[in-house]
């Protein structure tokens, strides 16, 4: 005969006793819990659970304690099991295993979700804030940049649970936040099962061990920082893309490296911190190996963008360069204009590599349209400095299209963050349009079309289409406000320049002459530069030494002015 245990009662409602891969077996016992001798209520507990620490017990309310001393444990009886008894226990102890076990994977399963084609684990993640006292007004506010982040962590595949956040004066050097929350945000992670905390700042790398060992178990801590390089890295589809962002990570990991190694000294009794630390020298000087090689192998990249550029620009059609703060709409507005298909979605970071097409007007007249990543506030400094090869497309264009979305409760914040990451990418410089989208969607609709009048901006709504042959044409009015004046003299063998001179230029006036074709119009910079040989044609056709050793020159329409010197007379 098996000897097997007997439980007096059963005890209804089921609690659940939580342990990671716990698996019931048919030799639990029945336990009370008592606590300052006040019989809480009974439950039912497993022998392997009850013997580690830090049990919790989930309460049918959706209370959750800790098992610890406080607990009194009582085993209420214990008998032995005929064989029929203990095969029939056996046996409903397996179904109801197994209904625990379906019920665990059911619940698992549910938590794995689609992300950007790729099947992601959506772990739960609580986010934590920090409002510095003396922040202006003009700046993201906390709750703003708590939503930000939430939506940044839904984005990264992440169930957000909760969120808190603390007024300070200074952060805490040590965990970033005072003991206090700290104590509070464990609470949360027990409470809501958290296996991830989100801070919205940069921490330091002790701030992160420090939480880290604070928070306890499995608890993963990281910043907004890590998160965006998450996220950059799970969206990265092109090989330069990818190498830009293994950059940024790498550099980021670099001076968190102390946190992998912390094990090695809890196991030694910190006795030998030498050990982790010479490993932890070998780790780091592996990193700026291969932070090397990657930079190496990124900057053949950029050359290899140059030349494309540079390709580029032998046909002369100006680089119009949509910049903004991310999900704007910029890709929406990129595709309604070309038929592209770029990603276009309500998810941050939709695009990270740059995609360039032509945007043919109603008129003949054409520019090159390109979009690229957008921004956020806080953007890392590492991500801004690995992702140079792609934003050097933002740098070389003729003109910037600042995409703003203008529904937004926080445009203007937007803004300026934008307005920020383009100074640090020395592009402020660049002649810029200012371009309100999402009118369509925006609530004082009257009032924005007023202010824009008034402010020299364009409004638009890059999904219904309105507005858009007003951009088109602000486009070209700015360009033109870049472009030279040039006369020339095209003979008719190159009739392919006339053409271009047409397609990317404002042409003023044309008239044919013997050897060729005068034209007169506003061309980029570029092309002018193309067009020297044949300005120098024209001013030869046009002036000529008459018998009295003066010079003349042949004005549009026939006539003729002096010249002395390279002046009129
Ligand atoms: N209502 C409305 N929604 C728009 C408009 N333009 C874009 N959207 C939506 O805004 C979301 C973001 O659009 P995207 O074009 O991906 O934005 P983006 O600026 O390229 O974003 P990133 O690539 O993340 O920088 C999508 O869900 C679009 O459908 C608009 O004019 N009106
Ligand atoms: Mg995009």
């Known amino acids: 005969m098996n000897s097997c245990l007997r439980f ?49 017990v989930l309460y049918p309310d959706g209370t959750v304690e800790e098992h610890n001393a406080a607990f009194e444990v009582h085993e209420v009886a214990s008998t032995r099991l005929t064989e ?30 689609l992300r950007n084609g790729r099947e992601v684990f959506e772990e739960k993640a609580y986010l934590v804030g920090v409002a510095r006292k003396g922040d202006t007004d003009d700046s993201f506010g906390i709750e703003e940049s708590l939503s930000e982040l939430a939506q940044l962590a839904d984005t990264a595949g992440l169930l957000v649970v909760g969120s808190t956040y603390q007024k300070l004066a200074m952060p805490n050097p040590r965990t970033y936040i005072g003991s206090g929350k700290v104590a509070e945000i464990k609470s949360a992670i027990h409470a809501f099962d958290v296996e991830t905390v989100i801070f919205d700042d940069e921490l330091s790398p002790g701030q992160l061990r420090n939480l880290e060992k604070n928070f ?30 293994s950059l940024a990570q790498l550099e980021y990991q670099l001076p968190r490296l102390t946190r992998m ?47 494309y550029r540079n390709r580029r620009t032998s046909v002369p059609v100006p680089v119009v360069s949509l910049v903004g703060y991310t999900n704007a709409g910029k890709s929406t507005l990129l595709n309604r204009l070309t038929g592209a298909d770029v990603l276009a979605e309500d998810k941050l970071f939709a695009t990270l590599d740059p995609t360039t097409r032509r945007v043919q007007m109603k008129n003949g007249k054409e520019f090159l349209l390109s979009d690229t990543v957008g921004f956020i506030q806080k953007l890392p400094t590492t991500l801004v400095a690995a992702f140079r090869a792609t934003l050097e497309e933002i740098s070389e264009s003729s003109l910037l299209v600042h995409v703003v979305d203008i529904s937004h409760p926080l445009a203007e914040q937007q803004i300026e963050a934008v307005d920020k990451v383009l100074s640090e990418l020395d592009a402020s ?92 119009a506003h061309v980029p910079l570029r ?9 120098q044609m024209l001013e030869l056709w046009e002036g ?19 010249v002395h010197n390279g002046k009129y007379l």
């Open 84 to 113: 029929e008894e203990a095969f029939e226990e056996e046996t409903q102890n397996q179904n109801s295993s197994e209904k625990r076990r379906n019920v665990e994977e059911r619940d698992n399963d549910s938590r794995f979700k």
């Open 261 to 307: 190694w912390t094990h090695l000294e809890r196991q030694a009794g910190g006795q030998v911190k030498g050990m982790g630390e010479k490993q932890i020298e070998v780790d780091k000087r592996i990193l700026r190996t291969q932070i090397g090689a990657l930079k190496k192998e990124i900057e053949s990249v950029r050359m290899h963008r140059k030349q």
């Open 216 to 245: 306890g178990g499995d608890v993963r801590v990281c910043d907004r920082t890590a998160l965006i390089l998450d996220i950059f890295n799970q969206r990265a589809a092109t090989r330069e893309a990818a190498l830009q962002v």
């Open 429 to 520: 410089s660049i002649p810029m349009l200012m371009v309100w989208n999402k009118v369509d969607k925006a609530s004082d609709r009257e009032k924005i079309m007023m202010e824009a009048k008034e402010n020299d901006v364009v409004c638009i709504s890059a999904l219904t289409g309105e507005g858009l042959e007003e951009f088109c044409n602000a486009v070209q009015e700015r360009l033109k406000d870049m472009m030279v004046w040039v006369e020339a003299l095209i003979p008719f063998d190159k009739g392919e320049l006339l053409s271009t001179i047409h397609r990317v230029g404002m042409v003023e006036k044309t008239e044919y002459a013997e050897n060729g074709t005068l034209v007169r």
């Open 527 to 535: 092309f002018a530069r193309l067009l020297t040989p044949m300005r």
């Open 8 to 56: 007096s009662t059963i005890l209804k409602p089921p609690i659940l006793i939580r342990e990671p891969n716990f698996i019931p077996r048919w030799n639990s016992k029945i336990f009370t819990l008592k606590r300052h001798s006040q019989n809480l209520s009974s439950c039912i507990c497993y022998t392997s659970a009850l013997q580690q620490d830090g049990v919790e």
């Open 544 to 562: 000529h030494q008459c018998a009295d050793g003066l010079f003349r020159k042949r004005l549009w329409g026939g006539t003729f002015r002096e």
